[in-house]
Structure formats: C-alpha cells, structure tokens
C-alpha cells in the first residue's frame, strides 16, 4: 500500500536512521560502536519476516536501544513500518528521500550531513511539511490528513492531546511532546490560516457506481443519522453547513477518505483518544459498522463545503 509505505517513511527518517541509516545515509561511527550494534539495515531486511518485523517494531529488543512502539493501541502505524521497510531494500539514496522527506527532499544533501546525527535539524514548521505538506494538504495520497482549513483551536487541542498522550500515535506524540506551549501556538495559526483548496467538482459524478451508491448511502447517514442504532447525525458536528459549530469539532469535508476510515475505526475500537470531546466519537464509533464507516469516509472525501459562520 504507497500510503502506508509513506507513513512509514515519514516517521524512518526522525525515528529510526540516526541508529539503522538508509540510502544514502550511512549510520554513524558513534553509533557503531555501541552495544549491541544497531544494523544498517537496508541490506539484512529481507532476511526477516513480516511478522517478525512488527513484534521488533511494536515491542522492541530488551538489553538494547530498540525501544517499544511509543502507542501501543497503533498497530496500523507499526504496519506501516513494516511496509516501509519491506520497500526499503528496493529505494536508492534519492528515492529514499522523496519519501521521507517530501517537497523538502533537494535540502538533505549528504554531503551536510551532520556526522554524530544524521538528519538534519530543521526548522519546527519544516518537520511538519515533511509529512502535512507547506499546503496543508497532507501530501495527497491519505496517508496523512489535510489540515488546511481545519479551526486553529482543533489543531491547537489535537497537538496538546497527543503531547499528553491522551490522543494515541507513536508518530505524533514524540513530536508535540518536545514543542513548546508557544510553538504549538504557531504551528496551529499557521495551518489553520491556509486555504484548504479549490472546490472539486462532480466527485461523486466520476465515482464507479459501486462508489456513487456509497457516497450516497453516506450522504443518508451523515444528515439523518440512524436513531435506530443511537447514530446521530454527522453534519450537526462536522458539517458541511454554513450552521456555526463548536470550533474542537473538526471539519471534515474533503478530508482524504481512508484518514477518515482509520480514525473511525480507531474510535470503533477506543484506539484513538485526543481532545475533551473524544469520548462522544467513541460512543458513536461502537456503534458503527464496516459500511457504515466506508460509506461515511467516501462521502465526506467527496465534499468541499461553503465558507462557515465564526463559531460563536
């Protein structure tokens, strides 16, 4: 799956080169020496299983540096690992750091590298960019969500859940938990201020019909909800609608729909957490089926909304 190969790519290049390197990037001396040493792992990859991969992953290596996966409630973030490094053995230096590193891959040039950490120590938007995009639309294959658009106190409420650890990522939470209360600040301004893009149209138009029936099944359940099923409506919280809205709630029209999928399932599950408000999307999230969640997923990717109202 790309998308899950980038997620994992993403997170390789901060987490895991300084001790295993990668194309292009060999692991340093210091590194080298240390007890047991880590391996440069681009070659020795294919001698261990996709099963085997996750445990290491997920679990770590006791009496070494292989630490646990941060968020234990995220296996779908570890498979991503696995994905990507089932890639890495195939990536030469620069298909490495397209993927890693995105629009900024030109800037990491080997040949400034620093010799004891071997990644380069960016700017703290820049990090974000590797994975979200400068454009806030988080580099276009779901992998990562859009945030453009989203309200500046959503975005400020996710990074402080996830610095706590009551929003669950072994991606995210090492990052929000060394910003700053100020840097959080920033970072939530700065995308909350982007446009979040140019309206599509006919979406559902160009959908197969398999699809088209979804999205309009999805339409169905995001307005009226199946009370039934104690599902309320979708749209009342997050649109689309020009109704002003609790400002944590995030907007969720044009999201990518397999973002959403995943944080559906992850409520399903009681996997997810994050802001006060998350303990509602886990009482829904019970409740939800598999269609439901597809059809729900494809609807609001099929969307862009009209302006909304200040929240009051």
């Known amino acids: ?21 990668a194309p292009g990037q060999p692991r340093s001396l210091i590194v080298q020496q240390m007890v047991p040493e880590p391996p440069y792992l681009p070659p020795v990859i294919r001698e261990q299983g996709s099963d085997e991969l996750f445990w290491v992953v997920k679990h770590g290596l006791k ?138 149209t006919g979406a559902a138009a160009q959908a197969s019909d398999e699809e088209a029936a979804a999205i309009a099944r999805g339409a169905q359940l995001a307005r009226h909800g199946a009370p039934e099923r104690r599902i309320p409506s979708c749209v009342a919280c997050h649109g689309p609608g020009a109704a002003a809205r609790n400002p944590l709630y995030p907007r969720l029209a044009g999201q ?19 802001t006060d408000y998350a303990h509602v999307m886990t009482a829904i999230g019970s409740r939800l089926d598999e269609r439901d969640i597809r059809d729900l997923s494809l609807y609001y990717a099929s969307l862009r909304e009209a302006p909304e109202l200040a929240p009051p």
Request: aromatic fraction near 8%; hydrophobic fraction near 40%; charge should be positive.
């Open 63 to 200: 009496y070494t540096a292989m630490p646990a996966w941060v968020a234990q409630q995220r296996d779908d973030e570890v498979w991503a690992m696995v994905a990507f490094l089932r890639r890495l053995p195939q990536l030469n230096a620069a298909q490495f750091r397209q993927l890693a590193y995105g629009e900024r891959a030109a800037q990491f040039d080997p040949a400034h590298v620093d010799p004891i950490m071997p990644v380069p120590q960016p700017p703290i938007l820049a990090n974000c960019v590797r994975c979200h995009g400068r454009d806030g639309s988080g580099r276009g294959s779901g992998a990562f969500p859009r945030l453009a658009g989203q309200s500046e106190s959503y975005l400020l409420a996710s990074l402080q859940a996830f610095a706590r650890g009551e929003r669950h990522s072994g991606v995210m939470q090492p990052v929000a938990a060394g910003l700053s209360a100020r840097t959080m600040q920033a970072m939530a301004q700065y995308y909350a201020a982007l446009d979040s893009g140019e309206p599509r």
């Open 1 to 21: 799956d790309p998308a899950l190969v980038l997620k994992g790519a993403g997170h390789y290049a901060t987490g895991c080169l300084p001790c295993h390197g």
């Open 256 to 274: 990518y729909a397999d973002y959403l999928a995943l944080q559906l399932t992850l409520f399903k599950h009681d996997h997810r957490g994050g």
